[in-house]
């Protein structure tokens, strides 16, 4: 099992030797190692069971540290970082050679972003290289949101849990691509389309094409449980034992199933409260012993409404 603390000097001295450490963001919680250093991002890719060909997010704190690896900023970029750095918002940009194929999977552009968790930030402030980190979960599966959710899956694989309690946002990091003149937006996520648009017009959303995954958060099949999942579109309740089936629900129970098997996301219908709850919920469903099949409902896409249910779009793919 991993240590879980709050020591930083501690995640400190295991990423400067070329190890893995856990580490909490404000979206989800992210498996860390030296970007700069081959070996590490190679037994990120191990520890995660995640195929090469999909390349991870670099974190940094600073401009100065961004400049080492990247290119200058497109203007449109410049502006939404403004608003939205620290926080959710990752960006594609040109690489320098500095950041090896492994990291960026061969691609000319690089993921990064700036997270707001403070104690990350303080982690990151302290080394002399940036992180790379997918979400810490082993690939495909739900994304961690608290410590003790890495503990259960990457636990006897990594050393040090960095313990920063429950991710405030709850879904990943949007991801904004600059190369064409209409910004692309290729993953939903943890700053909603409105939003960006509100600073830099209008963006297109391509985060559903499935053949040629560009950001393979895009794989169809994705933020899956173990269990079977399904709709409750495609649901039919003359196949299933409605005692044994979990529900995901919005706002409200669904009175014709066992309350105690129905996880509600948010009573007050805030989307951004039911973004936080959604993969615990998921992960609780997955686990509880009397449900075998889970069932869940979409919730309204507007705002972080639309990362939700992309999220729970994928988990449904077969
Ligand atoms: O909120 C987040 O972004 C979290 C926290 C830990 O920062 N990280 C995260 O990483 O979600 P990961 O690896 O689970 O998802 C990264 C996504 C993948 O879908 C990957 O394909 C995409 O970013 N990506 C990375 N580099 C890319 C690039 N150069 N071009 C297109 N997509 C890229
Ligand atoms: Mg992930």
Redesign the pocket.
């Known amino acids: 099992m991993a240590t879980i603390g709050v020591d930083i000097d501690v995640a400190k001295a295991i990423l400067e030797q070329g190890g893995l450490v856990a580490i909490p963001?404000e979206?989800?919680y992210?498996l860390a190692g030296n970007a700069f250093d081959i070996d590490a991002v190679a037994k990120i890719f191990k520890t995660k069971d995640r195929p090469t060909f999909?390349?991870?997010?670099v974190?940094v704190d600073s401009f100065e540290r961004l400049s080492e690896f990247t290119e200058e900023l497109p203007d449109k970029a410049v502006q939404l970082t403004k608003v939205f750095w620290p926080g959710?918002l990752?960006i594609?940009l040109k690489r320098k050679a500095v950041i090896s194929d492994l990291v960026?999977a061969g691609?000319e552009?690089?993921?990064v972003?700036m997270?707001r968790h403070e104690l990350t930030r303080e982690l990151l402030k302290s080394l002399n290289f940036p992180l790379a980190?997918?979400?810490a979960n082993p690939f495909g599966y739900i994304s961690p949101t608290t410590a003790q959710h890495v503990q259960q899956q990457l636990g006897d694989k990594i050393e040090y849990i960095l313990d920063g309690g429950d991710c405030r946002v709850g879904v990943?990091?949007t991801?904004v691509s600059f190369e064409d003149e209409v910004p692309k937006v290729?993953?939903l996520?943890g700053i909603s389309v409105e939003e960006i648009e509100q600073v830099i017009g209008k963006v297109e959303v391509n985060s559903h094409s499935s053949s040629q995954p560009?950001?393979?958060?895009?794989l169809k099949s994705h933020y899956a449980p173990k269990k079977k999942i399904i709709s409750i579109e495609d649901f039919d309740e003359g196949m299933n034992d409605l005692s044994a089936c979990g529900f995901l629900r919005f706002n409200k129970p669904d009175h014709r199933f066992l309350l105690e098997n129905q996880i509600i996301l948010s009573e007050s219908e805030n989307l951004n409260e039911a973004a936080k709850n959604l993969f615990g919920s998921l992960r609780a469903l997955d686990q509880n012993p009397n449900i075998n099949i889970i069932v869940v409902s979409f919730v309204p896409e507007l705002g972080l409404g639309r990362a939700i249910n992309d999220r729970l779009r994928r988990a449904t793919a077969k």
């Open positions: 963001t979206t989800v992210g999909d390349p991870l997010i974190h959710p990752t594609l960026t691609l552009t690089v993921a972003r997270p980190a997918p979400s990943e990091s991801i290729l993953r996520g560009q950001a393979p958060g895009m």
